[in-house]
Structure formats: C-alpha cells, structure tokens
C-alpha cells in the first residue's frame, strides 16, 4: 500500500468517525429523493428511466460537495496536523491524491446508496440499464471535478467557511457556464468567451453521460480538469503549507 | 562521514521579518542537542525547516546526508519528528494513530503491529491503546506524538518541546527515554526548561533573535559560577553577554 493510500484509508475511516458522513449521505439521500419524486415528477412523467434523479445530482453536489472539500486542508491546518502529516516521508502530491481519492470513494458511497431508485424503476417498468449506469459515472465524474477544485480552494485558505464559500462560487461558475441563459448573454456580447464558457461546462459535459453516451472527449475532460485541480492544490499546498 | 544533521547558514524571513539568521550547526550520532531560546526566538521555525515543512529562504539542511528540500522523501525517512504541540488527529485511536504512520512510513502486517506495541512500550501507552487520543490528558498526546516519532527507530530525532505538558514522573521517563538511545541517535530538542538541558543534554545552543549566540556543552556554559539560568538571561536579554565558550 503505498503512503497515498495509507492517507485515503485514513481520511475514509476519519468520515465515518465524525458525524460528518452521517449527515451527508442521510441529507444527500434526503435531497435526491425528495427532488427526484416532486420537483422531477418521477411517477408523472410515465417513463422509466432516472432522468429527473440526474437533472438534480450535479447542483446537490455543487453545495455539498464543497462542505466535504472545505475541511480538507483546513482542518488539518487548524489542529496541526498538517504539520505531522507533511513531515512523514511522503510526497506532497501523494498526500494531495489520499485525501482526493477518500472524497471520492465516499461521494461513491453516497451515490450507491441511492439503489433504491434503481430498483423502483426496475420494479415498475423496463429502463434501459445502461443509460442509468452511465448516468451514474457521469455523476461521479461531476463529484470528482467539484472535489478536486474544492480541495485546491481549502489549500489556499486557513477559513473554512471562506473554503465553502469560495468552492461553492467557483463549482456554480463551472456549472453555470454550459447553460443557455449564459451562452446566449455571451454569444450577443463576446462570441469567444460563448465558445470557452461552453467548452469548460461541467453541467454540458454531464448532460451526454444521462443519455447513456460514455463519450472520450467527456471523459479526457473529467480527467484533465481533475489532473489540472489536483496539480493546483499541490503547489498551492506547497507554498501556503506553513502559513 | 558527514554528521547526521548538517544545517547551513539557515535563514527564514516572513516580509522583513528575519525569523532565523544564519544559523549553521552540526550534529552527529550520540549527541543529544538541547535547542534552547525565550519564545519567539526562531527554535520551531529552525526545526520545522529541519523537518522539511519550512522550505529556507537560504541556506541548507541536510538530514543522513539527504538534502530536505532536494531529496524530501528521502531525508524524512531517517526523522523522527515531533511538531511542537504534538498534533495528532483527535478522532483516531492510539493504534489506530500509530498504525497510520508506520503505514506511510512503510510498514506492513506483523512488522507494523510490533512496531506499534514497541513505541506505545517506550512511552508507556499500552493502557489508552484503544482510547480515541481527543479523550486523552495532555500529556499522553505528548506522549502520543512522541511514540509517532519513535516508531520506525530512526538515526536521527528532531523534538520539538517533547516534555512539555507532563507532569514530573513523566518528564523523568521522558528524559530516561533520550538518554537511553543517546548513544545510537542523533538528537535535536527544543525546551525552554534549562534543568532539561543539565538532565540530557550533551551540547547546548542558546538562540535569540533567530541567531545562534552561544553552542557549548552545558558544563562549559555553567563554568564561572554561573547558573545556566543566568547566562541564558545574559544572553538572550541583550546584555553585554559574558565570554561564555
């Protein structure tokens, strides 16, 4: 096991052992059912399939995801620990990685957890399975980016609720940035900005994996605006690590 | 064969601040170095740039011959480090605490349980080992840190204040503890209790204002009827210091 997952162990094991775990997925699972039945109109819409539980995953995420990431290098700031942990024979991007990849597994958790649904409309009609295992990577891939990008905003401040804030601004721009009222508003103003503001859309990139469409350039997306965040967060660790 | 600690012209500033100035000192195996000062006075930052936390503004710091902002993995391998406050994550247990830095240190399966049960041995852990450490009394998170830092028998121990917080059969078991693996290791600690420098220390430096103003044996310090703790206000107030080494 090399020293990063030692760290991601840790960090899992550290969720479960405060009430922070607890309260994400009972507050997650809450959200996500209740969105998914009303405001999505699951029984309504008379079709099986998880589309609606999609259309609101990616803006749960965009605030809770932030209250995971804003603890994340804060904390460790705030007790010290930083300190011990960084001083352990482990590199910094190691360490950046632990803590990324513990996240991750526990928003994994969160969204496996959300099986009933998958059930229910197996229960009541025939959907197409793999449009919904899809959609769920998509979601996954959404948690990822929006942790990565908070974890880089908690190397860069001692303050976790200015972590939150600043995370929940920055995941909102990334979301919004695909959606029509921007493009549009950019398109009439400043038609190259219409272009990058759709190009770096996570919400844009999301919306192929609900429709059962896996495709490379989303993935390679996903995985370079992880790479990129994770990369930030450790030069931002490298030069804030001490303050 | 170089020492096991060689820093060289160390200096750290924040802004116009110089926090530590020019500070260059060597110690190799069998030394137990008593890192002395008021607070304030540059000791954490010089060990934590040590340690490999702090990068320099300039100068170097090499642990085993490893330079620690070159070859960082490789210098913390052979450190034993406790940070001052001895932060540890109060969640975990003892075990639990200790395991995880024998993890990232390496360790495996068996090798890593006994390295566990030896260090929590040594500091006299082993009734709290199932006990979350936020639940512990101050001076077991010493001792806590203390065990992390002992547990993969490293040549060379940088201790940042390590009795502080512990009552004085503590301190004692603490103090037994250095003496006893003087002989193998090369130690640095940092205190502001000038009886601990007497107790286990073989060499002293006084630092203030980030610069090192005296690095002798204590005996040699004590020489002229002085009490430590005079030459230590001697030195550190700012007045005319006495030929001291």
């Known amino acids: 096991m090399s020293p990063a997952l030692a760290v991601a162990r840790r960090e899992l094991a550290g969720y479960f052992a405060t009430p922070v775990a607890y309260v994400f997925i009972v507050i997650f699972l809450v959200l996500a059912g209740v969105l998914t039945f009303t405001l999505g109109n699951f029984f309504g819409r008379g079709q099986a399939d998880l589309q609606p539980f999609f259309s609101f995953v990616p803006w749960l995420f965009l605030f809770l995801v932030p209250a995971l990431t804003m603890r994340l290098w804060a904390e460790e700031r705030r007790l010290g620990t930083i300190e011990l942990l960084l001083t352990l024979p482990i590199a910094q991007w190691q360490a950046v990685l632990g803590k990324f990849l513990a996240a991750w597994a526990f928003c994994g958790i969160a969204l496996a957890l959300t099986f009933p649904l998958w059930i229910t409309v197996n229960i009541l009609g025939e959907p197409d399975n793999g449009v919904i295992l899809a959609g769920y990577v998509g979601c996954l891939l959404v948690a990822g980016a929006y942790l990565a990008l908070g974890a880089a905003v908690s190397a860069l401040t001692k303050n976790q609720v200015v972590a939150f804030v600043l995370a929940v601004a920055l995941c909102f721009v990334f979301a919004a940035a695909g959606s029509p009222v921007v493009t549009e508003f950019l398109t009439r103003r400043l038609p190259v900005l219409a272009e990058i503001a759709r190009a770096v859309s996570v919400s844009d990139r999301f919306t192929g994996f609900t429709r059962g469409v896996i495709g490379a350039r989303d993935l390679v997306f996903f995985a370079s605006f992880i790479g990129f965040f994770l990369f930030a967060n450790t030069v931002a660790l490298d030069h804030r690590k001490a303050d | ?245």
Do not use: W
């Open chain 2, 1 to 245: 064969m170089a020492a096991l600690i060689e820093i060289e012209r160390l200096t750290k500033r924040f802004g116009s601040f110089t926090a530590v100035d020019d500070v260059s000192f060597a110690v190799d195996r069998g030394e137990v170095l008593g890192f002395l000062g008021p607070n304030g006075a540059g000791k954490s930052t010089t060990m934590r740039m040590l340690a490999g936390f702090m990068p320099p503004t300039s100068g170097t710091a090499r642990i085993g011959g490893a330079d620690v902002v070159a070859r960082p993995v490789a210098a913390k391998r052979s450190l034993g480090f406790l940070p001052e406050g001895a932060p540890t994550y109060p969640e975990m247990t003892v075990t639990g605490f200790l395991a995880f830095t024998g993890r990232i240190r390496g360790f495996r399966g068996s090798e890593l349980a006994d390295r566990v049960a030896h260090a929590m041995q040594l500091t006299q852990l082993d009734g709290v080992r199932l006990q979350p450490i936020e639940t512990l009394s101050k001076g077991f998170k010493r001792r806590v840190g203390l065990a992390q830092a002992l547990l993969h028998d490293p040549p060379v121990l940088v201790l940042d204040e390590p009795t502080d917080g512990l009552d004085p059969n503590q301190k004692h078991e603490v103090r037994s503890l250095i003496r006893q693996m003087a002989p193998e290791k090369a130690i640095v600690i940092s205190t502001h209790i000038l009886e601990e420098v007497d107790a286990v220390c073989t060499r002293a430096i006084i630092i203030a204002r980030g610069r090192v103003v005296v690095d002798a044996p204590p005996a040699v310090l004590e020489r002229e009827g002085q009490s430590l703790e005079e030459v230590f206000r001697s030195l550190t107030l700012g007045t005319p210091a006495r030929e001291a080494a």
